[in-house]
């Protein structure tokens, strides 16, 4: 490796997936030029296909009217079916423990009305501090709703001083020390300050040794890092859609819902007409019945205008493959690593775990001056990438998309700034 722009030319050119890149709309600077975006992490691009995905919902609106729901390429009726599959093969779940509805913070309320159900003596939550804020207000507002204290029942596991990221051993030492309290373990997959990748399995056993269940909020990690959520044996978990995943803005939201909870019809859950039993949905029972599987969450009519977003990046990922895209996922963001280490090393920290197995796409670069100039200052040079208090640049060069080129950019103009002062 090296810090020439040679180099990462040659680099961009041996890459198997490098014709994805073209496959997307890239915003543009002031002169006109693709910005260089670093910002898949916060919302991915539009795929080129997109367009012609939610113009063929439109399309359809427009020739049949209601009858949109069973005529035409992608009938609405089971037009949401379409995604289970290929999300499942990026997740590690079966297709039938995958559903598309909703969207994440909505999702995670609807099954905690089904995992989260505390007794007078099981009722904590534990989830990592410094959580998405979504994340602990659904943790603080079930527990109110059960009639709890946030400030008794929430445990939340603190990165120990002067440290960033969560050790796992304190993680699982809390799991411990709560015991028979505890009802439910909650973390972000993948951490959207630190880009930390937890290990999900070795979670998910100590919960479960605990007699606890858990959850994932994946919005980090979905499409970036790999998964095997059925063979790891996880409860359930939640994701957007717009962010590694290029589904659009407000993109329908997913879940997965391990088959012991979703093949089983008594498993207690908040429901719609649209997640009812579809042998006998037509039929309007009175009483409910769940359709099998992640879809029997499904409370209302699949958004077909708002799925028509997702499908074009889906069918990228089928093409590139989640393998290939990890490879070169973990030997680009390696470079961009090895590049941040060539600056003054008092000007930046990454605070985001070393090792390539702990972390996917993201790096999180805590600068303790300046941070928030520098953002501005890579903006005006055409570098998108955003900013979060106190001092952090989350920088994501995402695989399908960004090349060793474009992180070799970002170094330079680190590189100019900082040594400008
Ligand atoms: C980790 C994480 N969880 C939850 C959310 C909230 O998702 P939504 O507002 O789509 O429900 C976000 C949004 O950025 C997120 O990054």
Redesign the pocket.
Request: hydrophobic share 30%; charged share 15%.
């Given at each position: 490796m090296n810090d020439t722009l040679a180099y990462a030319l040659e680099q961009d050119e041996q890459d198997k997936l490098k014709a994805f890149r073209g496959q997307f709309h890239f915003p543009t600077t002031a002169d006109g030029k693709p910005a260089i975006y670093f910002c898949g992490n916060?919302l991915g691009l539009q795929p080129k296909g997109a367009q012609a995905c939610v113009q063929r919902v439109l399309d359809a609106w427009k020739t049949y009217a209601v009858g949109g729901y069973m005529k035409g390429e992608a009938p609405w009726m089971t037009y949401a079916q379409r995604f289970k599959e290929p999300l499942g093969k990026l997740v590690g779940g079966r297709p039938d423990e995958i559903g598309v509805m909703n969207?994440?913070?909505?999702n995670?309320h609807l099954l905690l009305a089904s995992f989260y159900r505390p007794t007078k003596t099981r009722y904590k939550i534990l989830l990592e501090a410094g959580?998405?804020p979504?994340?602990q207000y659904v943790a603080q507002t079930q527990v109110l709703h059960h009639g709890f204290k946030p400030e008794d029942a929430l445990i939340e596991v603190a990165p120990r001083a002067n440290e960033q990221c969560i050790r796992e051993e304190d993680i699982v030492a809390k799991i411990a020390q709560a015991g028979d309290t505890l009802a439910l373990v909650l973390i972000?997959g993948v951490s959207?300050y630190t880009g930390q990748y937890f290990d999900l399995e070795n979670i998910t056993t100590k919960a479960h040794e605990a007699g606890a269940l858990c959850g994932f909020?994946l919005?980090?990690a979905v499409g970036n890092v790999p998964m095997q959520l059925h063979d790891w044996n996880i409860d359930f978990a939640v994701w957007?859609c717009?962010?590694y995943l290029n589904g659009g803005p407000?993109a329908a939201?997913a879940i997965y819902v391990h088959e012991r909870f979703s093949l089983d019809k008594s498993t207690p859950r908040l429901a719609g007409w649209s997640g009812s039993d579809l042998k006998t949905r037509f039929d309007m029972p009175h009483d409910f019945t769940p359709e099998p599987g992640a879809d029997g969450w499904a409370l209302s009519i699949a958004p077909g205008l708002i799925l028509g977003g997702l499908e074009a990046s889906l069918d990228l990922f089928a093409q590139a493959g989640l393998d290939r895209l990890r490879a070169k996922s973990i030997r680009l963001t390696g470079y961009l690593e090895y590049l941040l280490g060539l600056l003054p090393k008092d000007a930046l920290e990454v605070i985001t775990p070393r090792s390539e197995n702990a972390r996917g796409a993201q790096l999180s670069v805590f600068f303790p001056t300046g941070g928030q100039s520098l953002q501005a200052y890579l903006a005006e040079a055409g570098i998108i990438t955003d900013y979060r208090e106190p001092g952090v640049i989350r920088l994501t060069p995402t695989p399908l998309y960004n090349t060793f080129e474009d992180c070799y950019h970002v170094y330079q103009t680190l590189h100019k700034r900082l040594k400008s002062g």
């Open positions: 916060s969207s994440l913070t909505v995670l959580a998405f979504s994340d972000g959207y909020d919005a980090h957007c717009y962010k407000g939201g």
